[in-house]
């Protein structure tokens, strides 16, 4: 216990603080000190205050049940939706399995349509599209019709595929950039093809759809956009072996 007597020298005081006037009676009320809870000190607003938040609740019974139900509903529907959406998308991996198997072993008919043994790509995106599962199918199905010469089916799997992952994302907008130009759609491929470089732009990938949109603008007549995409990859990815390429053809264009 410290030694040193409270004194007008003490921190207290010279922090301005007066110090209260204690009874020698422990069980008298301490005089000039402030309730901490007015409620606590006089029953009598304590027990007005209940009845108040009696008269609240009796008089407002049907919104606070109807609030109540609401909180219950949406979180026992949150819960549900939860549950049947992991059951589906379950469901969607065990059916897309066989058509995996035939889209990796190149039986793209087989694995579009199925095998007679089991649903193909185009099933489990139309039976399970809101699943991670049936997302993916789009972007399989989209490549396997894009193998057979398939360009607007393609086009529109791909399209219904969406990804959180950057690089696969943006490998879909430059399939859809090939199927656009082989649908003589040069202008929306070069677009598309842009968007790729654009999505998430790395030295690995874009300058490689750099490329293929100064081709594509090439292709449209647009001679300016194809010199500034061969820019680009000169000048952002200096390093990348499409850079020798767009060099070359930069200098034909500019002749």
């Not at 949406?74 to 998308?89: D, I, K, R």
């Not at 595929?161 to 656009?180: C, E, I, K, P, T």
Request: glycine share 6%; net charge negative; no cysteine.
């Amino acid at each position: 216990m410290s030694k040193i007597p409270y004194s007008g020298k003490s921190q207290q005081a010279r922090q301005g603080q007066v110090p209260q006037n204690v009874p020698a009676d422990p069980l008298a009320p301490a005089e000039n000190l402030p309730a901490e809870n007015p409620l606590m000190e006089d029953p009598d607003a304590l027990a007005a205050r209940l009845a108040d938040s009696e008269d609240f609740v009796r008089n407002n019974r049907n919104v606070l049940l109807g609030i109540l139900a609401a909180v219950v509903l949406a979180v026992v529907g949150g819960f549900g939706y939860y549950t049947w959406s992991t059951q589906q998308n379950q469901k969607a991996q065990a059916t897309m399995f066989r058509a995996v198997n035939n889209w990796e072993a190149d039986s793209l008919n087989k694995a579009i349509k199925g095998d007679g043994k089991a649903p193909g790509l185009t099933t489990v995106a139309n039976e399970y599209g809101s699943t991670k599962a049936g997302n993916l199918a789009n972007f399989y199905a989209g490549v396997a019709s894009l193998k057979q010469g398939k360009y607007k089916e393609a086009l529109d799997f791909l399209e219904d595929f969406s990804s959180n992952d950057y690089l696969v994302q943006s490998r879909a907008y430059s399939l859809m950039g090939d199927a656009q130009l082989e649908l003589n759609k040069p202008k929306e491929a070069a677009d598309l093809y842009a968007k790729a470089a654009d999505h998430n732009a790395n030295e690995y990938f874009s300058p490689g759809y750099l490329l293929k949109e100064a081709t594509a603008r090439e292709l449209a007549s647009d001679s300016e956009g194809a010199l500034k995409a061969y820019d680009r990859i000169i000048s952002e990815y200096p390093t990348a072996q499409e850079v020798g390429e767009a060099r070359q053809y930069k200098a034909k264009l500019e002749k």
